[in-house]
């Protein structure tokens, strides 16, 4: 009886320990800003990418002695791409009292940690691009990227005056980041009075694109849309060179990236569209996070590796700015702020941020030449 | 007319690949009782293999039987010798629970150790497209049902005419009485994991210049595996390669022709159809119970 | 039920309701979880353990009872009320399922499952006009019972422990009685069962729907618990991790699922220390388990307190089973 009662009383201090019953003190020669990421799962592609740039960035700020004299320490927690996982992952963090919380990228994730975060009055910096993100009143959440409220816009207007289409097909993978760039972009299409003639979902995932192919053909459109992620956007690619596929294929950031272009392996020549965030940029900054990242972790890295970098800058921006670590004033400080290169190397690009969290950068328009992203048109500030 | 030949074309071209796959389970849930829920990934993992062979600087063709040997190393006799054999005598569950476990581990391993982005794989032959009747099929896909084929016709000959083919078939239908016979069962048992280690394997080698080599490949794969076992014929290789190659079509003729938001919904209600009304499938033996 | 296992669950039921006064916030929210899955693992215990029959279904009612619940609220109907909605809907659905799924075998009905739960998903998943699609639904209210608020951590927890309480005594009761001994018949030999005059279609489709009913039970509490709803959470990993949780617990065993429920909850947590592999380890420990102790924990628990003749239910099958090979 006595074993199996020490047995128990181990087991519970384990228990205990699991659940974060011992105190967390946190030295005060560091400063805690968690992540919160997708590292498995769906969408462990983009929380990987986000993560990799987040730690170039930190390692790059701690060796030069980190924010106010404190190192930054960021903990690594996985939500598995589940959105209950993830609002378990932050109430874990949010009893340690974090100063800024990083992520997720996830929306769906996103909107369900945002709730939490507004309620402990702790910023949140994250990765979504889902509209609803900064539609919530929410004083607290901003973004690395634009809001599909505002990348959809941009493209809507270089469908309507640039390719001069008067009918559009439009091809989305069925998650929530597509589905959302798809509703967002029905809407721009009304709204200029453009026609959609197919509506064609496929599946995170999909290989075979044979029949959605053959059902955009059959619609004859002017334009086709495409609104996938990498690996798909590849596949989708090659069979529509295959099945020759001759109306102007435009993309958003995704489609004219040069991992896509990479894996499509010729089948991306002639592809045009809006980019957003991209290595592929011609700004020098750019250019040489890009190398530093390839050289650091070996591959290149998508618009997600460039929010996690400038995501951990912005906070050493605004921290310097105030002089103290202040999750309240933070948030103040950071609406209607504009950082340029100038002022902070690590954002790459200058950027602005609203009231509600949206960020404005400049953007641009490309063409995919020679197995090249080629940058045609720069796009400048919504706002000036 | 033109669009419908094309999507019957690409349905097979895809349903060899799902046949590739499903004769492979098929084999190991007739003589050993296996449901092998990590066949997906078994499809997923060899590609990685060939890919670290490539990237130590072999030649691909080399590093394609690297790829290959390793596969039947670890996804045929390692497999058989620490998963399958201490749980076969506790019944199907727990194995099937292991199984899914096992899909997990391979899954994140080719995540975390190699890389969770896509990569490119070498293709076996170039891909250049041939027109056929106002379709357009890609050299990769012929070279894939051709091989499909070869694989399964060879499979076909050795189970049926050779006699070690006929001693795996008796030890499928019923080991007792084999063993009584002086079949050398556990023997019989492991040629057909390695056999479908094999298969697996060539299928690995087959699609990824397609799909493209991800650690997220499996989950679709070994759903189509299932199902077009299943709905073929659980207990006949023929079953299983039919199984596919009318997955592949009904896959493209649903995603074209009805919702596409659907498109998987399909194959799911036929699967369901044909274990209420057929469970032995199309081409299957009804399955004696034992009591 | 002997001395040490009372012990056992007093000493449980002890440390259930004294832990969340020590926790932080995080570890109420994980002990919440924990009570919320359990629920829904003894539904299939009751299914899988009990009455023998394989189900991949457990992560799709547990999907239809949270979304039952998510949009009674949200229109403003009572959570009692959204509460008992969320069981009988899925206790009707289940007996539907199960009423031609259960003519098939074994592991034909782990398929027929596997594939009702991805079609559960996929209308979620598209029916926008009901479910918010893709988007999921945020912001879903906990409830308040003539003035008692269950909003914060510590109280919805109590909420959830005592509907676990309750649910797990009715379950106990159920299986007492004469209904719940034909289970056990029905799990051990089907054939004999019904030479003896056991209506095993009946009972077995009663077990398949009580234990979906008792899923959407689960689903009821999951959705006031996350606030947060979205159709991927109830896809086939929900239904494999259950099942996982049965076994790892003790299949058929009254507990199993309070302690698969245990581990599922805790091991993810204590695996963090093996940073990104932990998925890994977690694999590789489900089945190095499933190679040494398949009848569960509390399997071995009993091998191991229990040296003599009287053994838990699935030994002497499964000695049965050796002898026959």
């Given amino acids: ?384 | 007319m033109a669009s419908l030949i094309q999507l019957l074309v690409s349905g097979l071209a895809t349903g060899a690949i799902y046949a590739l796959i499903a004769v492979g389970f098929t084999l190991l849930w007739q003589t050993s009782q296996t449901i092998n829920f990590a066949q997906g990934e078994f499809v997923m993992l060899p590609a990685f293999f060939v890919l670290a062979a490539v990237n130590f600087g072999t030649p691909f063709w080399l590093a394609a039987l690297i790829g290959i040997a390793v596969s039947v190393v670890i996804l045929g006799l390692l497999f058989k010798l620490i998963v399958v054999d201490p749980m076969l005598r506790y019944g199907v569950l727990p194995l099937v629970i292991s199984t899914i476990a096992l899909s997990l581990l391979l899954k994140e391993s080719a995540k975390d150790f190699y890389s969770s982005q896509a990569q490119p794989f070498p293709a076996l032959v170039p891909a250049t497209d041939i027109h056929v009747l106002g379709a357009v099929i890609s050299t990769q896909s012929l070279a894939v049902l051709a091989v499909a084929i070869a694989t399964v016709a060879m499979l076909h000959f050795v189970l049926n005419k050779t006699r070690l083919g006929r001693s795996m078939q008796a030890t499928a239908q019923n080991p007792t009485l084999a063993r009584i016979l002086g079949i050398p069962v556990q023997r019989m048992v492991l040629y057909t994991f390695l056999i479908n280690a094999a298969l697996v394997a060539i299928a690995s080698i087959l699609i990824s210049p397609i799909y493209l080599a991800k650690f997220t490949n499996g989950e679709t794969l070994g759903m189509a595996a299932f199902l077009a076992a299943i709905i073929g014929g659980f207990n006949q290789v023929r079953g299983a390669i039919l199984g596919g190659l009318i997955l592949g079509v009904l896959d493209n003729l649903s995603a074209a022709y009805l919702s596409s938001q659907y498109r998987a919904a399909f194959p799911l209600l036929i699967l369901i159809v044909v274990i209420l009304f057929r469970p032995q499938g199309l081409l299957g033996r009804v399955e004696e119970r034992t009591v | 039920m002997n001395r040490l296992g009372i012990a056992a669950i007093a000493i449980g039921v002890l440390v259930a309701v004294v832990a969340p006064f020590l926790l932080k916030p995080f570890g109420i929210y994980l002990i919440s979880m924990w009570a919320v899955l359990t629920v829904a693992a003894i539904g299939l215990n009751l299914t899988l353990g009990y009455a023998g029959q394989v189900s991949l279904a457990q992560g799709a009612f547990v999907g239809i009872g949270a979304y039952t619940v998510a949009l009674l609220t949200q229109a403003g109907y009572p959570f009692a009320l959204a509460f008992v909605a969320a069981g009988l809907l899925c206790f009707i659905i289940g007996w539907l399922l199960g009423y031609p799924a259960l003519r098939v075998q074994h592991h034909y009905l782990a398929f027929v499952t596997l594939a009702f739960t991805t079609l559960v998903f996929l209308l979620l998943r598209n029916e926008q006009w009901l479910t918010n699609g893709i988007y999921g639904i945020n912001g879903i209210a906990r409830p308040i019972f003539f003035g008692w608020s269950s909003v914060k951590p510590l109280n919805f927890y109590f909420f959830c422990l005592t509907a676990l309480a309750v649910l797990s005594f009715a379950t106990w009761w159920m299986l007492r009685s004469p209904w719940g001994r034909a289970f056990v018949a029905l799990r051990e030999n089907p054939v004999r069962a019904a030479s003896i005059g056991v209506d095993t279609r009946r009972y077995t489709l009663m077990a398949f729907a009580i234990g979906s009913s008792l899923g959407g039970l689960a689903g009821a509490l999951y959705a006031p618990l996350v606030q947060f709803i979205e159709p991927g959470s109830f896809a086939l990993n929900l239904s494999f991790n259950l099942l996982l949780m049965v076994i790892v617990g003790g299949s058929g065993y009254f507990f199993g699922p309070f302690v698969g429920a245990l581990i599922a909850v805790l091991l993810p947590e204590w695996m963090r220390v093996a940073e990104g592999y932990y998925l890994i380890v977690y694999a590789a420990l489900i089945m190095v388990m499933m190679a040494f102790c398949p009848s569960g924990l509390l399997g071995l628990a009993e091998r191991l307190l229990k040296p003599v003749a009287r053994r838990g239910r699935l030994e002497p099958i499964l000695r049965a089973k050796e002898a026959a090979q």
């Avoid at chain 1, 950068?361 to 197995?371: A, I, W």
């Fill in chain 1, 1 to 384: 009886m006595s074993l199996s009662m020490s047995r128990l009383s181990l087991f519970a201090a384990a228990l205990a320990a699991a659940l974060g019953m011992a105190g967390s003190a946190f030295a005060q020669s560091t400063v805690y800003i968690p992540a919160i990421l997708e590292l498995s799962g769906a969408g462990a592609v983009s929380g990987t990418n986000f993560r990799d740039g987040m730690l170039l960035a930190i390692d790059e700020i701690n060796a030069k002695g980190g924010v106010l004299g404190r190192k930054i320490d960021t903990p690594l927690l996985d939500t598995q791409s589940d959105a209950g996982i993830s609002r378990a992952q932050l109430q874990k963090v949010l009893d340690n009292n974090p100063y800024v919380v990083l992520g997720p990228v996830f929306s769906g994730s996103v909107l369900v940690d945002m709730a939490l975060t507004q309620q402990a009055e702790i910023p949140e910096i994250v990765g979504g691009e889902a509209a609803a993100i900064t539609q919530k009143n929410d004083p607290y959440v901003f973004r690395t990227s634009f809001g599909q409220q505002f990348s959809m816009p941009k493209i809507a207007n270089y469908i309507r005056d640039g390719v001069k289409a008067k009918t559009v097909a439009i091809l989305w993978v069925n998650n929530d980041f597509g589905k959302g760039g798809r509703d967002n972009f029905i809407k721009e299409m009304a709204a200029r009075d453009i026609k959609v003639v197919a509506d064609v979902s496929t599946e995170s995932g999909q290989a075979d694109f044979s029949a959605d192919v053959v059902k955009i053909k059959g619609a004859n459109a002017d334009a086709i849309f495409v609104y996938l992620n990498e690996e798909e956007s590849a596949r989708f690619l090659r069979e529509a060179k295959k099945q020759g596929v001759t109306a102007p294929l435009i993309g958003e950031t995704t489609l004219l990236g040069q991992k896509v272009i990479d894996l499509a392996q010729g089948a991306a020549e002639g592809v045009r569209g809006h980019v957003g965030l991209t290595v592929d940029a011609p700004i020098p900054a750019v250019q040489q996070f890009a190398d530093r990242f390839k050289k650091r972790f070996n591959y290149a890295c998508d618009h997600n590796g460039i929010k996690g970098y400038t995501a951990v800058y912005i906070i050493k921006h605004v921290t310097e700015k105030m002089g103290k670590f202040d999750g309240k004033l933070f948030a103040q400080t950071l609406h209607g702020m504009t950082i340029t290169p100038q002022d902070e190397p690590g954002v790459l690009m200058e950027v602005s941020f609203d009231n509600n969290g949206d960020l404005d950068r400049e953007s641009f328009l490309g063409e995919v030449v020679n197995g090249k992203q080629k940058i045609v048109a720069v796009l400048p500030k919504i706002g000036k």
